[in-house]
């Protein structure tokens, strides 16, 4: 056990349900898009400063509200099934609740969080590491852990199966939970999601249609049975870099947007670090199309995949920065349709660069207090790697999350030190 864990203690567990009983055979459906995201989750911890408002915030407050937002997210209080032996999994919407752990930590927020400044990824101790299984149809898919520091402040670590949703998803969902909070209800509580009052009947589904080759972004893997995380040999790790608005400057101006300068910068040096010669692909993903009325939830990605007559190594930072942003948006996968008999990755399945910009990372609001930093990841990352781009609100500096192998760690803060002065 670390250190960091060992300061997290007092573990405490319970169960939140939907204030109105959904219904006795409501299920949500899963998209082919849904089940190729199966073995990835979205981890977030929210850091808040300590105040009278936050500090005052008891258990039961914070899980009041909970109840009229699992009346619109529903979904979220279910559990995995399959309508028979190997078939299509779906969501039976039972209420069997989100799981809530309550925790405390033995140093500040400013401790904390001023370890974290050298990239290191201390927030895991504070958010649920839990994945689908092995007792498949009992897992819990949104884990909430509240963790209190050391003379006050909260952290809000946020769990969320990536089978329900994207992102966007995840966010706009626990924003709402906020509002609530808050007592500033979106009308949409007034009324139950539409989707909720038709009580579907669950009937075994006929023969899968024959499977969909799989589109370039993704890779297929060994199916995962009842653990959903993916097979891989190399251990992962995450590291949080931070780019000022200075060092931004001297690397694109404004020539090329940040996102795709960003992405264009770390696909260099891990070809530097990898020693590639070979041309390499990079799969870049951004919000998808909106969602359509009562879809609450939805995985919704525009991907593509840049593809190199080279290693980036060799390529020119500014050169390679605008083959990203000239490479047109696939919409395949979003309406891509797969099985259930297979698994895939997205993220690590090429080298994976994430725009997380438009998406409310810091909306989340207890009764008027937003969060000082939010870590944001993705578990279930294949050995390509993944990397995150999040940028803070009103703010001119980036926050860059890479999941890689953990021995590539250290040389890519080496080279990304020494050749452009980023820590």
């Known amino acids: 056990m670390s250190s960091d864990q ?4 007092g573990h405490r567990f319970s169960s939140v349900v939907p204030g109105d009983v959904t219904g006795s055979a409501v299920v949500h459906e899963l998209a082919g898009m849904d089940l190729i995201m199966k073995l990835h989750y979205l981890r977030a911890v929210y850091y808040f400063a300590p105040s009278e408002v936050v500090d005052g915030l008891a258990i039961t407050d914070l899980k009041k509200p909970m109840f009229p937002w699992l009346n619109v997210y529903y979904p979220l209080a279910g559990r995995i099934r399959r309508a028979a032996e190997g078939g299509r999994p779906f969501i039976k919407c039972n209420d069997s609740g989100l799981r809530i752990v309550e925790a405390s930590c033995g140093r500040t927020m400013d401790e904390w969080l001023q370890a974290e400044e050298g990239g290191e990824s201390r927030w895991r101790s504070l958010v649920p590491d839990k994945v689908l299984g092995p007792e498949l149809y009992f897992s819990p898919l949104v884990y909430i852990q509240f963790t209190r520091f050391k003379h006050g402040g909260m952290a809000i670590g946020y769990s969320w199966a990536h089978v329900l949703g994207d992102p966007e998803s995840a966010t706009n969902s626990i924003n709402l939970w906020g509002e609530l909070l808050s007592g500033n209800p979106q009308t949409v509580i007034a009324q ?26 993704i890779k297929q893997v060994e199916i995962a049975e009842d653990v959903w995380l993916p097979p891989t040999h190399r251990k992962m790790a995450t590291h949080c870099f931070r780019i000022t608005e200075t060092e931004l400057e001297k690397l ?14 770390f696909w260099r040096c891990l070809a530097r670090i990898r020693s590639r010669r070979e041309p390499e692909l990079a799969t870049i ?15 919704k990605f525009r991907t593509s995949t840049v593809k190199l007559d080279s290693s980036a ?7 390679l920065a605008t083959k990203i942003l000239k ?3 696939d919409e395949a996968l979003v309406d891509g349709d797969n099985t259930g008999e297979q698994d895939f990755l997205l993220y690590g399945a090429n080298l994976t660069f994430v725009d997380m910009g438009g998406i409310d990372l810091y909306g989340l609001e207890l ?16 050995e390509e790697g993944a990397i995150l781009v999040l ?25 990304l030190s020494s050749d452009f002065g980023i820590a």
């Open 327 to 329: 490479q047109d948006m």
């Open 252 to 265: 694109h101006g404004e020539q090329v947007p940040p996102f795709e300068t960003i992405s264009a910068l």
């Open 192 to 217: 139950k999601n539409e989707e909720n009052t038709e009580e579907p009947v669950i009937t075994p589904q006929g023969p899968a249609p024959a499977p969909v080759p799989a589109p370039a972004p």
């Open 285 to 299: 993903c951004r919000s998808g199309t909106p969602a359509k009325n009562n879809e609450i939830l939805h995985n």
């Open 6 to 9: 060992a300061a997290v203690t």
């Open 391 to 415: 940028q803070p609100p009103q703010r001119t500096d980036l926050s860059v999350m890479v999941i890689l192998p953990e021995d590539e760690i250290p040389s890519l803060c080496r080279v």
């Open 367 to 382: 009764r008027g207090q937003r969060p000082v930093r939010v870590a944001y990841s993705v578990d279930g990352v294949g």
């Open 313 to 319: 190594a060799s390529v020119e930072l500014l050169g």
